[in-house]
């Protein structure tokens, strides 16, 4: 993976003197694993597991879900600044969010997948579950669409979200070095859950317990439905999407040139 991507640049003098215009009753020992992720990375499955074997309290750090970006809220941070915890948001790199993760000590890792596959991820998640997220507003007029018109939909709502989800994450950190951040692929992630989610640990300072991570994955591999896996093969997206579709998708990438893509590019034109 290329190095920029595990990036351990300084923050910026404007975003440190920002969160420390608020001040944080914030416990020097405590940790916070904090996946910022796009949908459809397995990051639910990422998260128990993490809980299981690290025995951290499982939170949100958000006011509302449904279709409400998943942006930090104070007053959750206050209240659970002395605890351990772990959990996974889809939030983009804001400057607020940055503020607030300076403030509350927090080193996001950033979850991300192939743009294709994760909306024909989404595609089925409407299907199967509800069109209402915060990554495009379809609520129930999704299902007056035929087939193409949903696709579309999600090539062009939901597409644009997930391009500036990773432009953001990678401008802040490779870019701008204004944060920490850990970058995690869901192929590799897949291909060696053990092994990423000790890296993830160590990321954080901690020591990966072998035996703890074997169990947690365990339990939490049997557990299907609590972890919403879908069909999770690679490579549905350039099968799933017209040619049209994904020169549409191919398109946005034009807009961020100084960005690197290939995390999440595993097939469209460049």
Request: proline share 4%; hydrophobic share 40%; aromatic share 12%.
């Amino acid at each position: 993976m290329d190095e920029m991507y595990k990036n351990r640049g300084r923050l910026s003098a404007e975003i440190l003197g920002a969160a420390r215009s608020e001040s944080a009753p914030l416990s020097a020992d405590r940790s916070a694993i904090f996946l910022a992720c796009m949908p459809k990375t397995a990051s639910t499955f990422a998260v128990k597991a993490l809980r299981r074997a690290t025995g951290f309290e499982a939170v949100n750090l958000v006011d509302v879900f449904r279709d409400n970006e998943q942006n930090l809220y104070l007053p959750k941070l206050i209240d659970t600044c002395a605890t351990d915890i772990v959990l996974h948001q889809h939030c983009k790199a804001t400057n607020r969010n940055l503020e607030l993760m300076v403030q509350y000590n927090i080193r996001p890792v950033i979850l991300v997948r192939d743009l294709l596959d994760v909306l024909v991820s989404l595609y089925d998640h409407f299907h199967n579950e509800s069109p209402i997220s915060p990554f495009a507003f379809a609520y129930d007029g999704f299902f007056d669409l035929d087939e193409e018109g949903r696709k579309w939909l999600l090539v062009r709502m939901a597409a644009p979200w997930l391009v500036q989800f990773h432009a953001s994450w990678y401008t802040c950190s490779a870019l701008k070095k204004q944060i920490n951040t850990f970058w995690v692929g869901y192929a590799d992630f897949m291909a060696d859950k053990g092994g990423t989610l000790g890296r993830i640990l160590e990321y954080y300072g901690l020591e990966p317990d072998r035996a703890a991570l074997d169990k947690a994955l365990e339990e939490t591999s049997s557990d299907r439905t609590g972890t919403r896996f879908n069909v999770g093969r690679q490579g549905r997206g350039m099968e799933f999407f017209s040619p049209e579709q994904k020169e549409c998708v191919a398109a946005l990438l034009e807009c961020y040139p100084e960005v690197d893509f290939s995390l999440v590019n595993k097939g469209l034109a460049s």
